[in-house]
């Protein structure tokens, strides 16, 4: 009976996060609106004549190609309507999808589509349990369209990479320079990882002395170190680095935005391994569903040096960000820990084949029901989990999402009634702020010339925007 009981936790447990989880954040999803990039970035829309414009547009304040098309490609133009809303859906999607591919790749693609689809639920339930509110990534739509599709490209990057190492074949490499571009395009710091990454791949192919390969990865090396030069030399990097100081790269000091970012990063690896137990979360849990599966060849260099490279790719979303603008976004942190996920789940899948190779006979059988039990009760009940999922509960609850949603769409018809008029429209202060929608740059300021106002009156065709108190507009 015990037997069948736990034979049915996996499905369970999908249902548990679908259920608690998922279906919530596609619910509340239908109350998102834009923040104040988007109002810049959807006018650009309305006065461009195609995607290829757009992007071109927007390369001009940020060298990163591939991110900047797939804002254009994928940004709504309309904040009225509900690109806004599903934007938040494919993000989701997206995630979950690529998840089920970095396990399956990971597992030599031998689980079945429900081992995939646990694997995968288990990664976005421990993402979602420590991501912070209120600055997710997968509500802020303009910012995670670009974000996400850089993290994409990297995993798809490292995915053709590996397969070429086992495959070398011309569709395989021609496939893997795609990637290399699209990766290397997304943002300078998955640019910097693929430099590294292709640098150490060819030393190692250099020290094994793999001289079919060696020609090949040496000209990889070289067209994602020109990419890195393209992006850190672009003018919209220039520009951006422009607002935070006149100096250049080089001409900066490097040790005290070090230390800040290395402080910023022992404070949330404490949060992300502490207080989480992530270790002993699902994630690596569930690795015993696939014991009897092959795996990659987990003792060769360059898995290792993927596992660290996306390691310390999470610490350079704290100190990049730091050294060329002044400050780390919500974003910049909900990157990091996307990357400290990819490499800390690949460290652990190495645990987990090591602790199958080294005691698989000497663990009964009988232990592994509870342990399974025992990893997904961590996922779904430990504190720091509870509090997103709180905050989400609670803000479908109170109707909290449903009255912003009403003041935001208060706010646009009051934009539309002054388009064209030389009066200073005055909006009051969002009463009601959704844990899970809220971000500050949804917020106007009081001093019409903010950044945020000007891009929201830019956007509706009206002289100036700015906020009010209750008391005032009365």
Known sequence: MFKKIFAWLPSVYAIAVIVLVLAPLCWIARYNHASADDYEVSRLLLHTRSIWQTTAVLMQRSGHWTGCFLQALFQPVYLEGIGFQLVPIGIILTLLIIFYLGWSFLLCWTINFRQGALLSLSSFAVFFRLIETPEQIIFWSMCAISYIGGYVCTILFLITLVNYLHRQNFLNYAILIITTLLAAGSSAIASLLVVILCTGVWIYALYHRKWQIFLPLFLLTLLSLTALVLIINSPGTLNRMAEYGSQSWLERSWQQPAIFALNMYRHYLAKWLGDSLFMLSSLAVVIWLVEKRPAIAFSSPVVWLISFVMLAGSYLYFFIPQLAVGYIAGRHKDMALLLFLTGGSILLFQAACWLKQQFADSIPAKWLPPLLLAGMLLTLTFPEYISNLRFLWEDI????????????????????????????????????????LYVQDSELEADPSNWKNRAFASYFGIAAVRLVQKQEKE
């Not at 934009?415 to 844990?435: I, N, S």
């Open 397 to 436: 609850r109170s109707r909290t999402a449903a009255k912003y949603d009403a003041q935001i769409r208060r706010l646009y018809q009051a934009a539309r009634l002054y388009a064209g008029k030389p009066d200073t429209l005055a909006v009051e202060a969002l009463q009601a702020r959704p844990f899970m």
